[in-house]
């Protein structure tokens, strides 16, 4: 293998990667309120249609960027509306959302399809986008690339080291303790909801942005799901997300390479080999029972209805 | 109370069909089954500009409706025979999974003609009919053998049936008569609509040294990647120019148009039989869109030659000497292979890198 093919893999595997790392670590975040999303697909899909729809009509990628991000968070604002306010059931309300966002991205996509779009600016570094080998891997990537990354470590200060992180991880530990201390879960929850909501969005703006800029109907294929199982995998802990995202890039990058030099195994099982692979090592750093049940947010998924 | 609703509403149906099945009477009603959504600019956009075709050409005459994502199951059933209570008189059925869906209905409504796409089974009132999509692949083939410096050719290839192992094999046939050291690089992504995998299916083909990609995936995202990296690609099922101009040279195009009129207007008349159509170039079902400018004059006078000589049947897509991928002989000199080889094709032949997977 040359350098310069294991640089394009690299390379293949980040933007593999962070649709599923921006999606899944808004998710997490809104896991560890308490809240259980399963929205995140149709999440992605209205972020990835109004971010398509709103840079091709304004012709600036920020807008569309801008746009997608309030895309997500509206839809994230419904949900919290109906399961956190009305305290409809969690994980009905997810799943009506992902198909909510099917239909609603196709009707808002119809004028879209079939109109191209120049790709997302790249924010090359002067200098350093042309070494060798770092230059492509490092320093040649969309601005999301980075924002995604710059996320994990933010996400992760956020939950362990600030007071309003412990907070929002008390509220969904135990609303109730949360609540009698005088905290505002309702409050809480709604904000961490539209976190994921807007992190969804961005996720899917990244699809159809920067990895194949266009809108076709349903182009997240499943990518909200898998978000969503690597939230679970990587037991609430944002760097294991980011392990779990660019493993599961990676794998599936290196799949189709391995078809492209015609080696001899079936492409079905390549084509599972990421799942697999993800599973595996996500439950092998996390194989500690104690562990996983510390880190699960116990009121995950729960309702919460403050006692009069 | 709720009896009374019931009763109301049951009233309603009926009375909705009545009208329905007066309407009929004078206007046939033609229905359209689609696999995808009629916006995926690939196969169902398609079928549906057929149907709008069929619209165009009897104004007043024929009324059409179409259902889309339909999904390939006990739903198709469902779907069919809802169009076939309605008053439909002519049912396309767009997908091959729409097959035993369609025969069964056909079955309970006798009087209603059913068309199916891409199917084998034919009774006195279902007919099927398909594209003979090799010979767009044969030209291509052709153009690509001359454009490819690297002698590499990326191939995206969905879902391993014998109409897509064909199309590669023809493909790589024609390729090497141009270009005898090329090598075909296929990658299955197993879909035939995820724009994500495409295109990074599409990618790894590229960063392994080709500077051609085929596609048999419904999505643009395979051409969008070429014009990102300054090679070239071929489009499939629509014309897909406008996502890579620079990179896209043509593309074969399904148009199913002049069948859709032609079946309609035997319905009409009355004259309409069962049957089984395979048509290529000659009919119109296989077209080819512009040619990129990019292509020298003298490559596309030989595309166009070779386009021309398979209508007039001078020319075979799949003509010997074949060998498969072993370097056995399994067509020889000057022989051409019979359409029921075509259609169960499950080998690739010498110059195809890649595992059919079984």
Sequence with gaps: ?308 | MLKTLVKLASAAVATALVASTALAQDKLKVGFVYVGPVSDHGWTYEHDLGRKAIEKAFPGRVETSFVENVPEGADAERVIAQLAQTGHGLIFTTSFGFMNPTLKVAERFPRVKFEHATGYKQTPNVATYAARFYEGRHVIGLIAGKMTKTGIVGYVASIPIPEVVSGVNAFTLALRSQRPDAQVKVVWVNSWYDPGKEAAAAKALLDQGADVIVQHTDSPAPVQQAEQRGAYAFGQASDMQRFGPKAHLTSIVDDWSGYYVARTKAALEKTWKSGDVWGGFDSGMVKLSSYNAAIPADVVAMAETARKEIIEKKRHPFTGPMKDQSGKEVLAAGKRLEDKDILTMNYFIEGVQGQIPK
């Design chain 1, 1 to 308: 293998m040359s350098v310069d093919l294991i640089a394009a893999v690299i390379t293949a595997m980040t933007l593999a990667a962070t649709p599923l790392l921006l999606a899944a670590i808004g998710e997490l975040v809104t896991e560890k309120a308490g809240v259980l999303n399963l929205g995140a697909e149709g999440m992605m899909l209205i972020g990835a249609v109004v971010g398509f729809g709103a840079a091709s009509l304004s012709g600036s990628a920020a807008v569309g960027i801008a746009a997608a991000l309030l895309a997500g968070m509206a839809m994230a604002l419904l949900f919290a509306l109906l399961a956190l306010t009305l305290l409809a059931n969690q994980v009905a309300t997810g799943l009506a959302l992902t198909i909510l966002g099917v239909g609603l991205s196709a009707l808002i996509g119809k004028p879209f399809v079939g109109t191209p779009l120049p790709r997302l600016p790249q924010l090359n570094v002067p200098g350093l986008s042309d070494l060798p080998f770092f230059g492509p891997v490092f320093f040649a990537h969309d601005f999301l690339v980075y924002a995604s990354i710059a996320a994990v470590f933010g996400v992760h200060w956020f939950l362990e080291k600030s007071r309003w992180g412990l907070v929002l991880r008390a509220v969904g530990e135990s609303h109730d303790s949360a609540h009698a201390i005088g905290y505002p879960v309702i409050a809480i929850r709604y904000a961490a909801t539209i976190f994921g909501g807007a992190f969804a969005g961005l996720g899917g703006a990244f699809l159809s942005l920067a990895y194949t800029p266009m809108w076709a109907e349903n182009m997240t294929a499943g990518r909200g799901w898998i978000a969503l199982a690597l939230v679970v995998f990587a037991t609430w802990r944002p760097f294991r997300a980011l392990a779990g995202a660019y493993i599961f890039g990676g794998v599936t990058i290196a799949q189709l390479h391995l078809q492209g030099h015609g080696f001899d195994v079936p492409s079905q099982f390549l084509s599972m080999l990421p799942y697999l692979a993800t599973i595996l090592v996500l439950a092998l750093i996390s194989r500690d029972a104690t562990r996983i049940r510390l880190n699960t947010p116990a009121c995950l998924g729960l309702p919460f209805k403050p006692a009069q």
